[in-house]
Structures are given as C-alpha cells and as structure tokens.
C-alpha cells in the first residue's frame, strides 16, 4: 500500500473520529492542537484504524500510554532532557523527534502526535 493510499485511509479515519473537516486533516496537524482530539480520542482511533486496515494495535504501540517524564532524569525546568528525547525517539519512531528536540518545552510534546505520525506508523506495520 502507498503512502498516499495510507494517508487518505488514516484522514478518514480521524475525520469519522475526530468530526473535523477533510480539509483540516493534512499530514503536519497535530492531532491534540490542530484536530482537537483529547487523551480519550486516542483509543478510539486507535480501533478505528484496526478496523479500516484489518491489522491488530498492541495497546501503548502507537500512542505510548507509560512514558514517565515525571522521571527526573527525563525532564528538568519544564525542558525534556536528551535523555528524555532518547526515550522519546525509542517509544515514538514515527514521530519527528528531530523537530521537537530543536525546542524540547514540554508544553509542545503534544506535537509530536501528528496526522504524518499516524500514515508513518501505519506505513511500517503494513510494509514492514
């Protein structure tokens, strides 16, 4: 499968999920600012695209639901450490750690859940 074909699966998805409109739904928004999906919407798109793509979805596979940054080693004065962004890149491959790490503020690690993160994901479970 393409990752255009990937893309447009996942973007219908977090449109049924999430009732965005498909034009807010393109590869950099960010699930939580940009789509307004909270914590809760994550398991819910999680089976969604079980579905869509008939694949099963460990739990904690594509949004890590364990990731203590309450650990000191991880995060000091609000900024994630490079320890932390080690553990980020290791729980989250998919995601563009080099982008967050340029300004690790935990205020933004929310944006490491984007719609690409998703297609990213995605993409290595079905081609391996």
């Known amino acids: 499968m393409s990752n255009d074909e990937i893309f447009e699966k996942v973007r219908k998805t977090l449109i049924d ?19 307004g999906a909270e914590s ?27 990731m203590s940054l309450a650990d000191k080693s991880l995060v000091k004065d609000g900024l994630v450490t490079p320890e932390g962004i080690t553990e980020l890149r290791t729980r989250l491959p998919h995601a563009n ?3 967050f790490a340029a300004d690790p503020k935990m205020e933004h690690i929310s944006e490491l859940f984007t719609v690409q993160m998703i297609v990213n994901f995605m993409a290595h479970k079905l081609n391996g």
Do not use: H, M, Q, Y
């Not at 999920?17 to 789509?35: N, Y």
């Open 97 to 99: 750690v080099d982008k």
């Open 40 to 66: 809760i919407d994550f398991l819910d798109i999680s089976f969604r695209l079980e579905k869509e793509f008939a694949i099963k979805i460990p739990r904690g596979e594509l949004f890590p639901d364990n």
């Open 17 to 35: 999920a999430l009732s965005v409109d498909d034009d807010e739904v393109t590869p950099e928004a960010t699930l939580i600012g940009d789509l």
